[in-house]
């Protein structure tokens, strides 16, 4: 089991963002949260990266408990819904960052990490903006840089919140394929965050359905589509937008949203 | 998630009149060309009288009696040990202030601290109060008859008319301006840079030093030059708690005030273009800055451009 949640509760304010959510994840799987927003997948991936502690219930993470964990030694990879690249650091900066603040006896040589980070960006497609900042990409080139930044600790879990959700229609649908042949070849177990079940159902291998702070279903796509489990469900699931244009873009668009 | 989205025109480095500018561009051009001619000048002329003419009287009355004069002034013990005490008290107050500074605006902006309105409020403060209210403050607090009076001098310990109480009053009127300038600042960057930088196992100083810090330099240093003319300027507080000892607890400032009122122009007027003269070097020396780093920064783009052409 690669991540465990048991019981897990958070609460801000009177607000119950998550309502003793359970589920398991088994290890090379890429599984997709998805829902409205307000229902609690953003907070699900927070409480596992550790960026937001859980009031109630357990996360384990490859068998232990998480709790005495911060997000730094929890050997997750965060990739944030806008980025969050380093806006003074290149992009080889960007993605050496996790490697060269490692305590002094744990670092990898200096030829070590230029090796790392040239493979990284090879895998990512980038392999000759090294020298970039982050504000002289595309939003999809930036979003791949995020992805390498977040592999370059061989993170045991990688998630991810809405990572497509800033890009345009034409892009996403091409990033969507990418990622999915990514993760055959990493075979990192990564958890998705999105709020398009399109999306969720094409590139995901289970789809954990979020509603009101609960996991309302959980599966394959298939078994999704076969027997949704609640009328909500049935609608969601069918309002979705088929035609991704049609997305609903809580954030806007990113300036120069083309790779 | 916290959403803290820069303004799209921002991220791009369009300044935020271009929009405004194309909007006017159907006024007629002559009369678009003339209004601004005269915008220009008024601006021009306003610049000169207020801050021009002024620097230029203070070198004219300096030099008036020739640079002999000007440098037997300037050789003046009680004008030496008053330019080192000012060096002093903004060596100890900008640093105090700078570390201050950055770790209120790190509270207010990126904690989660309560009572942030208070804290903002507070941090104002000096800026509210006139100067010379903060010094007479000041020594209700130290002073004989202060509140901590009787207990000081008990202990032995003198605080009014000395140097620590330039240092103090010089401290409490400097407090804001830091601060000022980088809580808006890291308002605005939010707190997702530092969040990936947690989860990829920097520690709180690693942050700190590698993300917050270089995000923030270009406000800290503005903030640094702003709090450090105050401190070397400051006259109204410190005049009131240094109880003008002189060659003892007179800064710049003040000993040109006591040279003033005793007729010594050229005297007054030496010491005065020093003190015009540190803030020429400060601005200099953060002009410096700011051009080595964007110099730096064009030529790493034009190696990139050339690599890839």
């Not at chain 1, 990266?49 to 709790?67: F, K, N, S």
């Not at chain 2, 194309?22 to 007629?28: E, G, I, L, N």
């Not at chain 2, 030059?225 to 401190?231: E, K, P, S, T």
């Amino acid at each position: 089991m690669s991540v465990a949640l048991d019981r897990v509760s958070k609460r801000f304010g009177s607000f119950t963002a998550l309502n003793e959510v359970s589920f398991d994840i088994e290890e090379g799987e890429l599984v997709a949260l998805v829902g409205p927003s307000g229902s609690g997948k953003s907070t699900l991936l927070r409480v596992i990266a550790g960026l937001e502690r859980q009031d109630a219930g357990i996360v384990r993470i490859h068998g232990d408990d998480a709790a005495p964990l911060g997000p730094g030694d929890r050997r997750i990879g965060f990739v944030f819904q806008h980025y969050a690249l380093f806006r003074h650091m290149t992009v080889f900066e960007n993605v050496a960052f996790g490697l060269r603040v490692r305590p002094r006896r744990e670092r990898p040589s200096g030829a070590e990490i230029t090796r790392v980070v040239r493979d990284l960006l090879e895998l990512v497609e980038l392999g000759a903006l090294g020298g970039r900042y982050p504000t002289e990409l595309s939003g999809g080139q930036q979003q791949r840089v995020a992805l390498a930044r977040a592999l370059a600790v061989q993170p045991r879990v990688l998630l991810l919140d809405e990572p497509f959700g800033a890009l345009d229609a034409r892009v996403r649908k091409q990033l969507r394929q990418w990622l999915r042949n990514l993760h055959d070849q990493v075979k990192v177990t990564t958890v998705l965050v999105t709020h398009d079940s399109e999306e969720a159902c094409e590139v995901a291998d289970r789809v954990a359905v979020m509603h009101e702070g609960r996991i309302a279903q959980i599966g394959t796509a298939k078994e999704l589509a076969r027997e949704p489990g609640t009328p909500f469900l049935g609608a969601f699931l069918e309002s979705s937008p088929r035609k991704a244009s049609g997305a609903p873009r809580p954030f806007g668009v990113a300036p120069g949203g083309t790779s | 998630m916290s959403t803290t989205s820069v303004p799209t025109a921002a991220r791009h480095g369009i300044p935020p009149g271009a929009r405004a500018r194309r909007q006017t561009a159907h006024v007629p051009t002559s009369e678009r060309d003339i209004a601004r001619g005269v915008l220009i000048t008024a601006a021009l002329a306003y610049l000169f009288l207020s801050l021009g003419l002024p620097l230029f009287v203070v070198f004219h009355e300096a030099f008036k009696k020739g640079v002999g004069a000007y440098l037997t002034a300037l050789r003046d013990p009680e004008l030496l040990r008053a330019l080192r005490l000012t060096l002093l008290v903004a060596g100890i107050a900008v640093p105090l202030n700078v570390t201050f500074g950055i770790a209120a605006a790190w509270a207010i902006t990126k904690g989660k601290v309560r009572g942030r309105t208070l804290l903002i409020a507070l941090a104002d403060l000096p800026l509210a109060v006139s100067p010379v209210i903060a010094g007479l403050t000041f020594m209700l607090l130290f002073g004989m008859q202060g509140w901590f009076g009787p207990w000081l001098k008990a202990h032995d310990i003198q605080i009014a008319f000395t140097v620590s109480a330039v240092v103090l009053a010089t401290i409490f009127v400097t407090l804001p301006f830091v601060a000022r300038e980088l809580i808006p600042l890291m308002e605005e960057q939010g707190v997702v840079e530092e969040e990936a930088a947690v989860t990829l196992g920097a520690s709180g100083w690693q942050i700190f030093r590698r993300v917050t810090l270089p995000n923030i330099r270009w406000g800290l240093l503005y903030g640094v030059v702003l709090c450090n003319a105050r401190a070397m300027g400051e006259f109204g507080a410190v005049s009131v708690v240094s109880g003008r000892i002189r060659g003892q607890t007179t800064t710049l400032p003040l000993h040109i005030e006591i040279l003033y009122n005793e007729y010594d122009f050229t005297a007054a007027f030496a010491a005065s273009s020093l003190l015009a003269l540190l803030a020429v070097v400060t601005l200099a020396a953060k002009h410096l800055l700011e051009r080595s780093h964007h110099v730096a920064r064009a030529r790493i783009i034009e190696e990139q451009h050339e690599r890839e052409s």
